[in-house]
């Protein structure tokens, strides 16, 4: 299914690992990573989800992050792909979402209904622990991952937890711990931050984001302290609505 | 990491465990109901500690109220605050745990003069936990081990779920009530859905308020009209609902 030259795979995994950088973030880091997985597979949507200490499934990055698509990665923590491969740590893939319905009864009807056909789920495996997920949906009918594709995504995931988790300084699971709730705490500045915005423009949240998204790359800053500064400060609010 | 269906009964099961811990606590020495005391003590007795401590904190790092379980971790507390450094400031500052299961392992260039003064009261291990919901940060709660070694896992979740249940009473501003006793959003502290926050952002224009303001006005909203908290932020994102509008 992947029609992908070996140099754009390459500069994908040096992308991947490349977070030695002193302005390492967890969340522009993820969403970078659903970015690449979708641009990759041509898959219309992708999303990264993280357990908390609660061993429940919490959404953290999309590839765009539209309220029904933020809904079928909730659901999830019921029923669907993610929590199959979080429990089993083995990727879940090439299912086709019209003849999922016994499987899902819940998730594989709203996927319908939102226009995908297919979905995959791959483990972010660390050593024997599994800290979340990689989810990509597809929206052609028939569509599959061939054995190479699988073995490509596995390895990404891989990479991307290994870069996600820093790999170099998780000497103990005390860092695990700490990564993942702060990526998870920025996670909830991050919607603050939309429904600001949200309101200030009189937009959806949806739009929100993209307005947000874009505005932290035109002005070459992280994600997380542009949401931040929205929320906590009255004049970036007003200085941000004006660009 | 535990996984699997069932997991929000789980949660909710820890929760109702850890504010019935709270609740069941004795009243601090010094009068009052104390909830911030009764948190360090539930902290102290379920994760095997020598003692807890809460700071509440402004943006700024100024140090507002606080307790701690006993006189001797008040002042290994206080010694952060003394110094200017220690894994509390970290924690507050990085939004995020900071857990030091050995403090002999710690280079001492990252806290020079606190890690020797807090040896010296027999600490061995640090562990950080931010109160806060997002941008929305109260203080941290410090636990305290005179021993060397990690927090296990379920150690760990109990941890995060006290600072959970401890931030949603303050967000209510009961720092002088029960944990559990105020009623209704205290049930689903912490498994909240985007919208919630999303409400919170949206509130916070409306009325012009704080983030953590706004979160204190949908509560009591929510409190006042009988209504479950999720349901009140669905509303707000929905635009059904406008805080500046309808004087709630």
């Known amino acids: 299914m992947m029609t992908v030259s070996v140099q754009k795979l390459a500069t994908i995994f040096v992308e991947i690992a490349d977070t030695l950088v002193d302005e390492f973030d967890v969340l522009d880091y993820m969403h970078m990573i659903t970015e690449r997985v979708a641009d990759l597979t041509e898959a219309p949507a992708v999303g990264m989800l993280l357990a908390d200490q609660h061993g429940r499934l919490e959404f953290v990055a999309g590839s765009n992050e539209s309220v029904t698509l933020v809904e079928l990665f909730v659901v999830q923590n019921e029923e669907g792909p993610c929590l199959e491969s979080f429990r089993t740590g083995e990727p879940v893939v090439n299912v086709d979402l019209d003849h999922a319905g016994g499987r899902w009864p819940r998730f594989a009807p709203l996927a319908v209904a939102s226009g995908f056909q297919s979905v995959h789920a791959f483990p972010l495996r660390l050593r024997q622990q599994v800290i979340g997920t990689l989810n990509v949906f597809g929206d052609v009918a028939g569509e599959r991952f061939g054995r190479d594709d ?32 702060g990526a998870l705490n920025s996670r909830i500045i991050i919607e603050q931050a939309k429904g600001a915005v949200a309101q200030a423009r009189g937009i959806s949240v949806d739009d929100a984001f993209t307005v947000i998204r874009a505005y932290a790359r035109n002005h070459n800053r992280r994600l997380t302290e542009v949401a931040h500064a929205i929320v906590i400060d009255p004049q970036t609010l007003r200085q941000f609505l004006s660009t | 990491m535990p996984a699997g269906a069932g997991q929000g009964a789980a949660v909710t ?21 104390g909830l911030l005391y009764r948190v360090c003590t539930a902290a102290t007795q379920t994760l095997a500690a020598s003692g807890s401590g809460i700071s509440m904190m402004t943006g700024e790092g100024a140090r507002g109220l606080y307790a701690a379980s006993d006189p001797l971790t008040e002042h290994i507390e206080e010694l952060q605050f003394v110094l200017g450094e220690g894994p509390c400031w970290e924690a507050f500052s990085l939004r995020r745990p900071v857990l030091v299961p050995d403090l002999g392992e710690v280079s001492p260039a990252r806290w020079p003069m606190y890690i020797p003064a807090v040896q010296d009261s ?14 929305i940060r109260l203080g941290v709660l410090d636990v305290f081990r005179k021993r060397t070694g990690s927090l296990t896992g379920e150690e760990l979740a109990d941890a995060i779920t006290l600072a959970e249940v401890t931030m949603a009473a303050l967000l209510d501003r009961h720092e002088e009530a029960s944990a559990s006793g105020s009623g209704d959003g205290l049930a689903d502290a912490g498994e909240h859905r985007a919208e919630l926050f999303q409400a919170q952002g949206m ?5 012009g ?40």
């Open chain 2, 13 to 33: 099961d820890r929760r109702d465990m850890i504010r019935n811990l709270i609740d069941d606590q004795p009243l601090p020495p010094g009068g009052g109901s």
């Open chain 2, 203 to 207: 509130v916070m224009v409306q009325l």
């Open chain 2, 122 to 135: 027999g600490i061995r291990a640090v562990f950080s936990f931010p109160l806060q919901m997002g941008a």
């Open chain 1, 150 to 181: 699988v073995m490509i995504m596995q390895a990404l995931a891989d990479a991307a937890t290994i870069g996600l988790l820093q790999e170099r300084a998780v000497s103990h699971g005390e860092v695990l711990t700490e990564q993942l709730q």
């Open chain 2, 209 to 248: 308020v704080s983030i953590g303001e706004a979160m204190a006005r949908m509560r009591a909203y929510a409190f006042v009209h009988g209504r479950r908290l999720d349901d009140v932020a669905r509303d707000v994102v929905a635009r059904r609902l406008h805080f500046d509008r309808e004087r709630p």
